[in-house]
Each structure stands twice: as structure tokens, then as C-alpha cells.
């Protein structure tokens, strides 16, 4: 024991011993994360993850700080542990790395529309990074990177067929759909039905909101639609006059006496004096059931405010004698 204590032995440990165990408990963490994904790229916005991210970056700018012989903690037992397991000074290219992922998704899928549910979040959230650089860069405004950097990503996802602005894409492939069928018919009275069948068509829902939408933009109201949109509508003969919607105005009117009659609104669908009215009630509730579902329907924000003006019951009704 005094052999030991007369050479500088120190029988507890100090507080440097035990930090420099405690960061080479990290560097395990960090082993050990290697060899579960291949990668040092760690996610920052995990729970599980974000504590050996800030260890990892804050390593790095250690290292940065010892190259300036500046003072920092990063001793050469340590910077060698690093470089042991493969690890490197400079950040990975993560955008190569996910671009890979992209490549091998347009090979499978045959396009680069990423769906939200996509179980591979981080590669999702690049996706949409993408989208907010391009849209930063046309607005005149700084992205992360720099601007020779972002040409040359933003050209080889152009290259791939990347859709930068994917509502606008779907958009135009709804007005395309459209101009298709006027060529082919020579009017554009879409039907409201696939084929004859219950299935209600896309297109013709597509038309129904952008009538809205044509509403609220000639009366200078918030809109969806942009001044190019709105005279391509225009210019293919979609006017903000529904077909439907004096059909649906005039029975809103009877309901509205119904209301003044009876108290309420709860029309039977076999109400007697009105098979048509009871019927129109009960179909309100379907379509406000698939709006609400996110479903395809004829049912509007507006509608479902002037039903609610007259406190519309939305559940099952009794027959009215």
C-alpha cells in the first residue's frame, strides 16, 4: 500500500477518472449503434437517440477545437478510440445517403411521391426537406445549404422525376383529366358516378371543390387556387355555378319550413308529405359522414354551417305521424 501511495496511487477515484469512464461508456453506445444500422448518422429528434447525437457532434467539434490547439477534452487516447471504430471527423453526407434510398423507391414504385404513412420517418422528413429548400430558394430565401450545393442536389432529384411541389402536381393532373374529357366529349358534365356504379368519381369531386375555391377567389376571399389556376378553369368553361346547387338550395328551403312547422329537423326518410325531403335528410347525414371520414363528398363547410344554423340532428330520426 505505501508503494503504491508513494508513486502518486490513488485508492478512490476522481473525477476525471470517472468522466473519462463515463465517455468511454459512449463510445460503446456509439459501437454498438454502428453496428445496428451501418451508419454515425443519429437522429436527434428520437428520445432514445438524442443524448449520444449531442455526443457525437459535440466530439467532433472537440476534434475541431484540438486541431486550432484550442482547449478542449478530446485527448489522444480518445480521438484514437474514435478513429478505432471507423468513426469519422467529418458529418457523413446524409442527403447521399437518403438520396440513395430515394433511387431505390422510384425503382420499386416508379416515382418519388413518399407517402406520409412511409414507416422510414427520417427518410420521410428529408423528402420534405427537399420540397422546403426548392420552395426557399424560388422565394428568395436562405436554406441550409449553400446555393452551389443545393443546385446540383436539386438537379439530380429534377433529374429523377421529384416532384417539388406535389399539390400542385396533383392538381394538374386533375385539370388534365379534365381537358382529356372534354376532347373526348365535347362538354365537361362529368358523371357523378364510375361507370354506372356507387363509386362517386374523383374527378367530379375535384370539380366541386374548385368551384368553391373559383368562388372564394373571385370574391377575394383566402383561396387554394393561384390567378393561373383559376383562368385555366375559366378558360376550359367551369363557372362557380354548381348544377346541383339550386337543387339543394330549394330543399335547405323546405327543410327550413319543416323546422318552422314541426321544431326540428328530424325528417323521417319515409315522411309522408315528403318522401323527397326525408330522403334529402337522410342523405345529408351519409354525406357528412364521409366528409368527416375524409371521404369524397358533396358535403361543404358552408352546407354543413347552414344546417347547423338550424341545430340539424345528425342521428337516426321516428317516423312522424
Not at 102 to 108: A, S, Y
Not at 119 to 135: G, K, L, M, P, S
Not at 305 to 312: E, H, I, M, T, V
Request: proline share 2%; charged share 30%.
Amino acid at each position: 500500500q505505501a508503494a503504491l501511495e508513494s508513486i502518486g496511487f490513488k485508492w478512490t477515484a476522481t473525477e476525471t477518472e470517472e468522466f473519462d469512464s463515463m465517455w468511454f461508456s459512449h463510445l460503446n453506445e456509439l459501437k454498438e449503434y454502428r453496428r445496428i444500422t451501418g451508419s454515425f448518422t443519429i437522429c436527434y429528434n428520437k428520445d432514445e437517440t438524442s443524448f449520444l447525437a449531442n455526443w457525437v457532434s459535440d466530439q467532433r467539434k472537440q476534434y475541431r477545437a484540438k486541431q486550432r490547439k484550442e482547449p478542449n477534452y478530446l485527448t489522444d487516447l480518445r480521438e484514437k478510440a474514435l478513429e478505432g471504430i471507423g468513426f469519422s471527423w467529418e458529418k457523413e453526407d446524409t442527403w447521399e445517403l437518403q438520396f440513395q434510398k430515394l433511387l431505390v423507391f422510384h425503382k420499386k414504385h416508379g416515382h418519388c411521391l413518399v407517402p406520409r404513412s412511409y414507416d422510414d420517418r427520417e427518410y420521410h422528413n428529408w423528402v420534405a426537406h427537399q420540397r422546403q429548400n426548392y420552395n426557399a430558394k424560388i422565394s428568395g430565401k436562405q436554406s441550409g445549404l449553400s446555393h452551389p450545393k443545393l443546385e446540383i442536389n436539386q438537379k439530380r432529384l429534377e433529374a429523377l422525376g421529384f416532384i417539388f411541389k406535389p399539390l400542385q402536381h396533383f392538381w394538374d393532373c386533375k385539370f388534365n383529366e379534365l381537358l382529356e374529357f372534354k376532347r373526348s366529349n365535347g362538354h365537361i358534365k362529368v358523371p357523378s358516378y364510375v361507370n354506372g356504379s356507387k363509386k362517386v368519381n374523383p374527378l367530379t369531386t375535384w370539380i366541386y371543390q374548385n368551384r368553391v375555391q373559383m368562388k372564394a377567389y373571385a370574391n377575394g376571399e383566402d383561396s387554394t387556387l393561384s390567378k393561373e389556376s383559376f383562368d385555366k378553369l375559366i378558360d376550359i368553361g367551369l363557372t362557380t355555378l354548381c348544377p346541383n346547387q339550386s337543387s339543394w338550395e330549394k330543399m335547405y328551403k323546405k327543410l327550413i319550413a319543416y323546422n318552422e312547422a314541426f321544431g326540428d329537423t328530424k325528417v323521417h326518410i319515409k315522411y309522408k308529405d315528403d318522401k323527397a325531403l326525408g330522403s334529402w335528410v337522410n342523405m345529408q347525414r351519409m354525406k357528412y359522414r364521409q366528409w368527416k371520414a375524409g371521404m369524397p363528398s358533396t358535403m361543404t363547410q358552408e352546407r354543413f354551417d347552414l344546417l347547423q344554423n338550424l341545430d340539424f340532428w345528425w342521428g337516426y330520426t321516428r317516423k312522424k305521424k
